[in-house]
Nanobody, 115 residues
């Protein structure tokens, strides 16, 4: 089992920045991917950014150039640096880890972009 703990959400003004963190713990052997998804009210959950270990890093078109995903292998932690935030970025952000083929989700952290 893998447990995920997220932190870093909050309220920020348009144009501001936030950094999300997600720490994975438990019996970790081989992480295949680490990423962030988000779900706005009334909308489906969507991919924001993902690191496919040993292969690629991908971003949703809506966040390219503004968000950066990174990973600390030693800490089994994935980060999402969010800059130039817009009101449309408001959502609950979920961390996702694929570990030996199984999906694990964080509890979600609210990001609200508003003046």
């Amino acid at each position: 089992q893998v447990q995920l703990v997220e932190s870093g959400g909050g309220l920020v003004q348009p144009g501001g920045s936030l950094k999300l963190s997600c720490a994975a713990s438990g019996s970790i052997f081989s992480i295949n991917a680490m990423g962030w998804y988000r779900q706005a009210p009334g909308k489906q959950r969507e991919l924001v950014a993902i690191i496919i270990v040993g292969r690629s890093t991908n971003y949703a078109d809506s966040v390219k150039g503004r968000f950066t995903i990174s990973r600390d292998n030693a800490k089994n932690t994935v980060y999402l640096q969010m800059n130039s935030l817009k009101p449309e970025d408001t959502a609950v952000y979920y961390c996702n880890v694929v570990h030996i083929g199984y999906n694990y989700w964080g509890q979600g952290t609210q990001v609200t972009v508003s003046s």
